[in-house]
């Protein structure tokens, strides 16, 4: 069990004072039996008329912003505090017909499940699928949590992490044909890849903690983080980060899920003005722990 911090600071600027729209954030964390959220506070600059909060179609607690003021500059701060316990279900709770690949859904589930078990972006080649059966055994029943590792770690071991000024998700095909990407372009191929074997996948965002320890870098922290999940009979939704090659939770702070990225922006708004107006933008977050130990990396 671990306490996180974490505080994340948008902020951006501008050539001269402008208006504002309604801005979206999503920051709060998903209350679960493996995080527990235990304080929350937002600060806006400049002060906003109005904060309210509602749920969207997926549950997520989703905060809209409106601000009448106008001004050269736009903060938005956020800071949270939750209790974490580790947790990787995989196959020791996994019903036992869903231990070998393929399986099929319950009836009853797969009617729901159904939005996420279909692929969502296009691929005439199939190149998303064919490199996604390359890690099913032939011939021989394959085990299902063994062939969702290997994904995932293929991912982690044979695609470069970059980070990049576009807005926007890459296309799992675009991905897998430059071998590179965020994290957000990863959970995204994992997804459409688990979905192209038949399973239901949904998108995460969140934040990741990096420990300042020897060992394996890991990557994507510093801003917002993105994995996927892999729905499982009897473990349920189970977490896949192929950007680090991690399943389960570890270090792993959940915000938001959706069937698709665009659904899961952590900020998004809008400003009157022309895009010369727009002079940039500073992220900053850091994730600690009770101990203090953590990391404090800008974008």
Request: net charge negative.
């Amino acid at each position: 069990m671990t306490i996180f911090s974490v505080q994340h600071l948008t902020a951006y600027r501008y050539a001269r004072p402008v208006t504002f729209g309604q801005h979206r954030l999503m920051f709060r964390p998903r209350d679960s039996f493996d995080q527990t959220l235990l304080s929350c506070s937002l600060d806006v600059f400049p002060p906003p008329d109005a904060v309210r909060w509602i749920h969207d179609v997926f549950g997520n607690c989703i905060a809209l912003i409106d601000i009448a003021k106008a001004s050269s500059e736009l903060r938005i701060r956020t800071l949270i505090r939750l209790d974490h316990t580790a947790h990787v279900p995989l196959d020791l709770e996994m019903d036992r017909q869903a231990f070998g690949f393929p399986f099929a859904y319950d009836p009853e589930e797969a009617i729901d499940l159904e939005p996420t078990i279909l692929r969502h972006y296009p691929d005439p080649d199939d190149s998303v699928g064919k490199w996604a059966q390359q890690f099913v055994p032939i011939g021989k029943t394959a085990r299902t949590g063994h062939v969702l590792m290997t994904l995932c770690y293929a991912i982690r071991e044979s695609f470069s992490y970059v980070r990049r000024n576009e807005h926007g998700t890459q296309h799992p095909a675009e991905t897998l044909r430059l071998r590179s990407g965020t994290c957000r372009d990863f959970a995204l191929l994992m997804t459409e890849a688990t979905r192209s074997l038949g399973l239901a996948a949904r998108f995460v965002t969140g934040y990741i903690y990096v420990p300042d320890r020897d060992g394996p870098v890991m990557l994507g922290g510093g801003s917002t983080h993105a994995w996927c999940q892999v729905y499982l009979p009897g473990a349920g939704w189970v977490e896949f980060d192929p950007t680090n090659g991690i399943v389960g939770n570890h270090d792993l702070i959940r915000v938001g899920v959706a069937r698709d990225p665009g659904q899961a922006i952590p900020l998004s708004g809008s400003y009157d003005g022309g895009p010369t107006d727009f002079a940039g933008m500073d992220v900053q977050v850091n994730v600690t722990t009770e101990q203090g130990y953590g990391s404090a990396t800008r974008d």
